[in-house]
């Protein structure tokens, strides 16, 4: 009934060569390409040994590497086990404690967790896992990437031996191999096109500069065209700044990455599943193992570090034969990562041009830059020429008015006048006298500085420098010292 409702009509080729020697009771190996039905490998078959079995205690116990995948997991169960009866439980980090607590000493028929929030349940209550039978590592590989292989160990030891081991890769490394060896008992390995993209999807290839990206992605994506596409960043904060560029540019994006909480991301998700936000922008956690159906674009912004990286996040689209299209964006610094992608994918990368209207834009652009700026350049040594004339003339017309003024005032002349000389046998000045005096000496300074050629000064400083001029300096020498202490006593 279970398989009726998820239209599941024929198996995938994982699927065909896995459940037969799981249900045989084998430990199983299965290596397979992202998208080729490994969840159902081993979902399907356990059920089918669970049903048929007591459901007293927790039975089987399937370690994933991600809060995402776990949840599509214990999803994928509940639709299938809907009309056996058969109960599962999620113990995941982000999620309710105590739930978690509850579900696990109900003891549901099957435990869903991520390594590092099972370890800290076990720290916390005595997990009795005597009577549990089957264990399943999902997406090994990745489990070991993220450094999760000690919490592995740790929770194996407290499993019975006796115990039926399944573990699922997309890639077979020797840290893989090194865990087969320690926890599985003579396993079956089914191998089927490990590291090696769908042939459905149409792998791109542009080289840009990094400032240039954006603006490459949002002319290739087309809403007509591509119906939803996931766009992957190397960094968290190159996730939530891509998010808020798309925004800014009124493209309906959301985003997910490690440091957001469970909350947030099952809203992510949900928006991004029932297409009112086309776009998704991750870091490698939404790279493995999640279900998206028909999703038309993947886009990696930043290129992957390693080629086991590109091969699960262009694995998101083009599942299940169907076809799709993955973008990726090289940068200068991103072509050692480039070669070494190319080695494992060979000839189905294809290199394309930047698109022509782009660059002819581009060129139109830079071209009417250089002519503003020139013209800019021109216009400013005119105008610096024209401040130039201006100030030399403003600069003689002052100096002439200011004569023509003085002329009618009788004041000055355009000849040099000298100061009247006073009568060494006359009378000393009064005050009166003097202040008069003063004046007419610094008129005279003035109109001498104005006859000068070129030489403009607004009247006030020439005052003031004929001041200071005829100020007292102080004496130099024993005259000065005698001369400052002689006020002191009177």
Request: with cysteine.
């Amino acid at each position: 009934m279970g398989l009726q409702d998820l239209q599941y009509n024929e198996p995938t080729p994982i699927q065909k060569k896995c459940i037969p020697l799981i249900l045989e009771g084998r430990d199983v190996i299965g290596a397979a390409q992202t998208g080729t039905g490994k969840t159902g490998a081993f979902v399907i078959p356990l059920m089918q040994k669970i049903i048929n079995q007591e459901k007293d205690h927790t039975q089987a116990l399937i370690l994933s590497p991600t809060r995402e995948l776990a949840q599509q997991i214990e999803e994928q169960i509940f639709a299938l086990g809907y009309h056996t009866g058969i109960s599962s439980a999620t113990v995941t980090g982000g999620s309710d404690y105590g739930t978690q607590v509850k579900a696990i000493r109900a003891g549901v028929d099957i435990i869903v967790a991520t390594p590092g929030r099972l370890i800290d349940q076990m720290k916390v209550l005595s997990l009795d896992f005597s009577h549990l039978q089957y264990l399943v590592l999902d997406e090994a590989d990745r489990m070991l990437d993220m450094g999760f292989l000690p919490d592995v160990m740790k929770i194996v030891k407290q499993l019975p031996k006796k115990r039926q081991t399944m573990l699922f890769s997309a890639t077979m490394a020797d840290e893989v191999q090194k865990v087969v060896d320690k926890v599985m008992n003579k396993p079956a390995e089914v191998e089927i096109e490990v590291s090696k993209p769908a042939e459905g999807v149409d792998q791109q290839i542009y080289f840009v500069h990094p400032k240039e990206k954006l603006k490459l992605f949002e002319q290739l994506f087309d809403a007509d065209k591509y119906e939803s596409a996931i766009v992957f960043t190397a960094t968290k904060r190159g996730t939530d700044q891509l998010e808020h560029m798309l925004k800014k540019r009124d493209v309906k994006a959301v985003s997910m990455h490690g440091d957001r909480d469970q909350q947030e991301r099952n809203v992510a998700l949900r928006k991004f599943k029932n297409k009112s936000h086309p776009v998704m922008v991750a870091t490698d956690v939404l790279s493995r193992g999640i279900d998206i159906d028909d999703v038309s674009l993947i886009v990696n912004f930043d290129v992957p570090n390693n080629p086991e990286d590109y091969i699960h996040r262009i694995g998101r689209t083009g599942r299940y034969n169907k076809s799709g299209t993955a973008i990726t964006f090289v940068s200068n610094k991103d072509k050692k990562y480039y070669y070494a992608i190319k080695k494992v994918v060979g000839d189905q990368l294809t290199v394309r041009d930047l698109p022509e209207n782009r660059s002819k834009k581009k060129s139109r652009q830079t071209r009417k830059k250089r002519s503003k700026r020139t013209e800019k350049k021109k216009s400013d040594a005119k105008e610096s020429t024209k401040h130039k004339k201006n100030g030399r003339s403003k600069a003689g017309n002052s100096n002439k008015d200011y004569a023509k003024k003085k002329d009618k005032r009788g004041n000055t002349s355009r000849k040099k006048a000298k100061p009247p000389q006073s009568d060494k046998s006359s009378k000393p000045y009064n005050g009166q006298q003097k202040r008069a005096q003063k004046q007419v000496e610094e008129e005279y300074y003035y109109v001498e500085q104005q006859e000068q050629p070129g030489f403009f000064q607004p009247e006030v400083i020439d005052r003031a420098v004929v001041r200071n001029r005829r100020s007292l300096k102080p004496a130099k020498g024993w005259w000065g010292v005698v001369k400052s202490i002689i006020p002191k006593f009177w």
